[in-house]
């Protein structure tokens, strides 16, 4: 595990414990020196650590905002667990099930009807049919894992607006994808 930090107006405004191969990027955060905490400056290049006397103190909404911010890249990041990244991608995998329904529709349907089912026929499976099935049945299993994916993105966004202390709303945006 690794701590990242969330800057704002040169301060950090939350800290993160992340896996050791998670790029703090995808959460809208970078590394900082061991022992930085929220209240820390970063001019880009110095670490500085905040003095007794005056401690700056970001607002809750902007703590919140960074928080919802890392929520949302973290949904994502676990998403990209799932499936490949890119709208294109998304297109191709929308188009692949309408072929795939519509192959199971009527199986006298050719490659011009459903050219992708096709080019996946000794990949996906043996037969336009199995990859009809393989790609109905993974989209079926997708759908599941995104609800649950959303679920606790959406009830983490507001538990963060409840939060009423800086440590609340980090707590809330601390969610195990994986559970």
Known sequence: MKQACVIDAGVVVNTLMLDDD?????????????????????NGTDWI???NTVVPVP?????????????????????????TGGSGQAMAYQQKLEEAKAYLADLSLTTIECPHVFAEIGITGETAEAVAQVVVGMHAA????SAEIERKRLAAKVA?????????ISAAAEIDWGA
């Open 49 to 51: 650590a905040p003095a």
């Open 22 to 42: 998670a790029d703090p990027a995808d959460f809208g955060a970078m590394l900082g020196p061991d022992g930085v905490g929220i209240g820390w400056s970063f």
């Open 59 to 83: 607002s809750l909404e902007n703590i919140r905002s960074a928080a919802k911010a890392s929520v949302d890249a973290g949904a994502e990041a676990y998403r990209l667990t799932y499936i």
């Open 142 to 145: 997708w759908q599941v894992k």
């Open 160 to 168: 963060i607006d409840v939060g009423e202390t800086a440590e609340a």
